[in-house]
């Protein structure tokens, strides 16, 4: 073909290719540094966006299992403060029981003794009935069910078992009935209250466990989240330093293109000169 001629001009041609293809490229960088991502839909790298979609999924997932871990954690320290305050009344219980025992002791003062003693008995139940949070309960639980937390995004579960701190349970042996009414009464009592605090020490420290397990198991995956949040960013982000250097450098090739494009539109208006 001939390169001096006006019905085709190859040399506009091929710098219009070089220009269109210097815009596309010019186009993805622009976007680039638009949305900071270099994959940022699926016709960017199919594979890469679908790897990356998959982690968002998890990350959201895992948005779940801490929100449960939370309410689980909530939940045992409510019923841990209420245990605790359980523990304070026992003790308190064991120096009217024991000082009940007396058998020296006046009946005025024994009455007033054992007025006392079942008043704060009466709070223990008051307690336990309202350590809940969120409809959890996890100190007036004859079955001891506890609260079951989400641990991975699979289902599996961290379960904290209930306790039963209620009157007459398993670990306080007084019962809603108990008094100090007489020396006999009263000694019966102190053994129950003894029993009652060992059980209720023992029970805390299960529920502690229980408490820090969760707590344990939230902060990895909270680290687990942070380390998918950076290896999706890998995957897509784009290195804003670099993309601005290729920016700069084909806007200027865009321009050189134009320049290009101009010249070889030129070019057959050279032929005019051969037929003066």
Do not use: C, Y
């Not at 801490?66 to 403060?81: F, H, N, Y």
């Not at 380390?227 to 960013?233: I, N, Q, R």
């Amino acid at each position: 073909m001939s390169l001096n001629s006006v019905n085709t001009n190859v040399g506009a041609m091929i710098a219009l290719q070089k220009l269109q293809t210097t815009s596309a490229e010019l186009a993805v960088v622009q976007s680039r540094v638009n949305t900071g991502k270099k994959v940022a839909s699926a016709k960017d790298n199919g594979a890469i966006w679908a790897i990356a979609q998959g982690q968002r999924s998890e990350i959201g997932a895992l948005n779940a299992v801490k929100d449960s871990l939370l309410r689980g954690q909530s939940a045992t320290d409510v019923a841990i403060a209420a245990g605790e305050s359980v523990s304070d009344l026992l003790v308190q219980l064991k120096e009217k029981a024991l000082t009940a025992s007396d058998t020296s002791l006046a009946t005025s003062s024994r009455q007033a003794l054992n007025e006392d003693f079942m008043a704060i008995r009466d709070q223990i139940t008051t307690v336990v009935s309202n350590a809940t949070f969120d409809g959890v309960n996890l100190i007036n639980n004859p079955t001891t069910v506890g609260f079951k937390a989400l641990s991975n995004t699979s289902g599996s579960t961290t379960t904290v078992n209930g306790e039963h701190l209620s009157l007459g349970g398993a670990n306080v042996a007084l019962a809603v009935t108990t008094t100090i009414g007489t020396a006999f009464l009263a000694s019966a009592a102190l053994g129950q209250v003894n029993m009652s605090i060992n059980n209720v020490a023992a029970a805390l420290g299960r529920l502690g466990t229980g408490s820090n397990s969760l707590s344990t198991h939230l902060k990895f995956v909270s680290k687990l989240q942070d380390a998918l949040e950076s290896g999706v960013g890998n995957l897509v982000d784009a290195d804003l330093g670099k993309e601005s250097a290729r920016l700069q450098s084909l806007q200027t090739k865009q321009q050189l293109g134009v320049q290009a494009l101009s010249i070889a539109n030129q070019s057959p208006s050279v032929l005019l000169g051969l037929f003066r």
